[in-house]
């Protein structure tokens, strides 16, 4: 199993058909045809990988066992997800919001995905969605189930932004938690929220605990922090700062993507 490295580009899927936000004027096909401008503009500014997230579907479902996201999110996922990978060539991840691991793991397994993101693998935290608990033995014994353990990793976020835990926890421990408990294949870093900046004594704090096993950044990276953030990870998951004019929900600028890549070569972790 390879765990993604280097520059992870988001997809930020607009609302979909039933979501709050959506549009109504393009349907799915206007969605799929947007995710793929992004997709190409990630691969020709040189990200080494993507994720695919339904960022435009807020407000979440918590995901998890009775909430899981709607069925036409997991098709429209898989579909287009699926298509950023044949499209560019690159390895591709979902993130399925709020927190549905098992329908993310079944995306990746069928759509032969290379990774998934869960925002809580373990624990439990409060969150604008309420109390999510962690599903880390139903996601991997699904996994196995559908033999995709070989090949679907599972990236675990670590004191997950938008989310407090239940109960006081310091990072190294759930840091060994996601990785020696929730058996995650790695582990990532946010800030307090979408966009913002990685604390530094945490991200310290993670890397110490992982050991060698693989630590990306999760939010806030950009070529000003570049230098000092990514020695200490292994890759990093950036949605925002590569948007133009640094908007969550604007199309992928090329150009911002082609200087993020410049500022991080050579500078994550050996």
């Known amino acids: 199993m390879t765990v993604p490295r280097g520059l992870i580009g988001v997809v930020h899927l607009p609302p979909l058909p ?38 435009g579907s ?33 390895p591709v991840g979902v993130n399925c919001l709020r927190n549905d691991a098992v329908s993310a793991v079944g995306i990746a397994a069928a759509a032969s ?36 353990e070989g090949r679907v990793a599972v990236l675990a976020d670590i004191l997950v932004k938008h989310a407090t835990p239940l109960a006081p926890l310091d990072p190294a421990q759930a840091t060994r938690d996601a990785l020696e408990r929730g058996l995650a294949d790695a582990v990532i870093v ?12 945490l991200l310290e704090a993670v890397r110490a605990a992982a050991g060698d096993r693989p630590v990306l950044v999760g939010s806030g990276l950009s070529p000003a ?16 700062w590569l948007k133009r004019g640094g908007d969550v929900r604007a199309p992928v600028d090329e150009a911002r993507v082609r200087d993020l890549a410049a500022a991080l070569r050579g500078r994550f972790r050996a």
């Open 225 to 240: 922090n570049a230098a000092d953030l990514a020695p200490l990870a292994d890759g990093a998951i950036v949605g925002t």
């Open 190 to 201: 946010t800030g307090e929220a979408t966009g913002a900046p990685v604390s530094r004594p």
């Open 58 to 90: 807020a407000p979440f479902p918590k995901g998890t066992e009775g909430q899981r996201i709607p069925p036409h999110h997991v098709a429209t996922l898989a579909l287009v997800a699926r298509e950023c990978g044949r499209h560019t060539g690159l």
């Open 113 to 148: 995905l290379a990774f998934v993101r869960v925002n809580v693998h373990t624990g439990a935290y409060v969150t604008d969605q309420g109390i999510i608990e962690g599903e880390a033995a139903t996601t991997l014994r699904y996994r196995r189930a559908l033999g995709a």
């Open 18 to 55: 039933g979501d709050p936000l959506h549009a109504g004027d393009e349907g799915f096909a206007g969605v799929e045809r947007r995710a793929l401008e992004d997709a190409a503009a990630l691969a020709r500014g040189g990200a080494d990988a993507i994720i695919v997230e339904n960022f």
